[in-house]
């Protein structure tokens, strides 16, 4: 079992800046790939960004490149999301998620939420106009 626990969301306004972060516990993080996932008020869950095990590989939604940067520390077992130019579409409940990775797959990065074992109960950001 992983145990994911998300912090860093809040208010702020559009135009600003937050940096979501993921504490990981239970298994050793580096053998996860991360990714985070938001959920907006009657709509699906949405993939935003991950990143592979190692870190030197990582993938965007079209929605959120150039404004959001995905990170990791192996060390601390421990993923970010800084999140830059927020606007107030980006509003959502923020969901960090971890896959196990698969032997020869550690360029892989997956952005699926069905390839996800686990996952943190979220974090609001929501951003005011």
């Known amino acids: 079992q992983v145990q994911l626990v998300e912090s860093g969301g809040g208010l702020v306004q559009a135009g600003g800046s937050v940096r979501l972060s993921c504490a990981a516990s239970?298994?050793?993080?580096?053998?996860?790939?991360m990714g985070w996932f938001r959920q907006a008020p009657g709509k699906g869950r949405e993939f935003v960004s991950a990143?592979?095990?190692?870190?030197?590989?990582?993938y965007y939604a079209n929605s959120v490149k150039g404004r959001f940067t995905i990170s990791r520390d192996n060390a601390k077992n421990t993923v970010y999301l800084q999140m830059n130019s927020l606007k107030p579409e980006d509003t959502a409940v923020y969901y960090c998620a971890a896959r196990l990775g698969l032997w020869g797959d550690s360029d892989y990065v997956p952005s699926s939420p069905h390839e996800f074992q686990y996952w943190g109960q979220g974090t609001q950001v929501t951003v005011s106009s």
């Open positions: 239970g298994r050793t993080f580096s053998n996860y790939d």
């Open positions: 990143i592979n095990r190692s870190g030197a590989r990582t």
